[in-house]
């Protein structure tokens, strides 16, 4: 199958702690992982991507992981600020192909 | 550059109308994607052009949905008989392609069906 679970559905963190939110999916031809930022109102937007032949990306105050054994990938931001609080979605697709979005996770960061 | 842009934001139509959406994807971009979204879910697959031809259209719904890109560049996507439940936002994406996988976002129209 196709589907990508994405935990947790919300998340609270206080303004420069870190942030992580985890994504499962099933397609073992899978090899493309973008992680898109969606402001309320707004289109989604492409923070970072990582293919399968990487393990870990990194830009900045955010990193993603890829554990394609497992058929996991994790994105992290650190030192939260204001302007972080919005849904992320993680997704996967075989390239060129189609991408399949998770459930999203809205995150706070409270000041 | 100019960014995907999307006409019209926002359409409100009747029960059982036919409407159109369109994309102007980014200049040079070959492949284009329609999504849907509906609220407090993640953007869903419609269907995928490489150049003219629709390379999967996996995703449509039924046959009242149909995605047209002629020239390979503006794409429109069309609605017969609409229903209520067609309401969400259509989310249009055009990338690069040649070796680049990221795909990048128009501002979406707002459909709704009354």
């Known amino acids: 199958g196709e589907n990508v679970e994405q935990h947790p559905s919300t998340l609270s963190v206080q303004e420069g702690d870190s942030a992580v939110i985890k994504c499962t999916y099933s397609?073992?031809?899978?090899?493309?992982f973008p992680w898109y930022k969606q402001e309320l109102g707004k289109r989604p937007q492409l923070i970072i991507d990582?293919?399968?032949?990487?393990g870990e990306k990194k830009d900045q105050r955010i990193a993603v992981t890829l554990n394609k054994t497992a058929k996991h990938f994790s994105l992290h931001i650190t030192e939260t600020q204001p302007e972080d609080s919005a849904v992320y979605f993680c997704?996967?697709?075989?390239?060129?192909?189609?991408?399949?979005f998770g459930t999203g996770t809205k995150l706070q960061v409270i000041p | 550059g100019a960014g995907v842009s999307q006409t019209p934001s926002n359409k409100v139509t009747e029960k059982g109308k036919y409407v159109e959406l369109r994309c102007d994807p980014i200049?040079?971009?070959?492949?284009l994607y329609w999504y849907r979204q509906s609220l407090g879910q993640g953007p869903e697959f419609l269907i995928y052009?490489?150049?003219?031809?629709?390379?999967?259209d996996s995703g449509l719904p039924n046959d009242r949905f149909f995605a047209v890109r002629p020239e390979g560049s503006v794409s429109t996507l069309k609605i017969q008989r609409t229903e209520r439940g067609d309401s969400a936002v259509y989310l249009c994406?055009?990338?690069?392609?040649?070796?680049?996988?990221?795909?990048?976002f128009g501002p979406g129209t707002r459909l709704t069906v009354t």
């Open positions: 994406a055009s990338s690069p392609g040649q070796g680049t996988y990221e795909q990048y």
């Open positions: 397609d073992s031809a899978s090899n493309y």
């Open positions: 990582i293919r399968s032949n990487v």
């Open positions: 997704a996967h697709s075989g390239g060129y192909q189609k991408v399949t």
């Open positions: 200049s040079g971009h070959t492949a």
């Open positions: 052009f490489q150049g003219t031809g629709a390379a999967d």
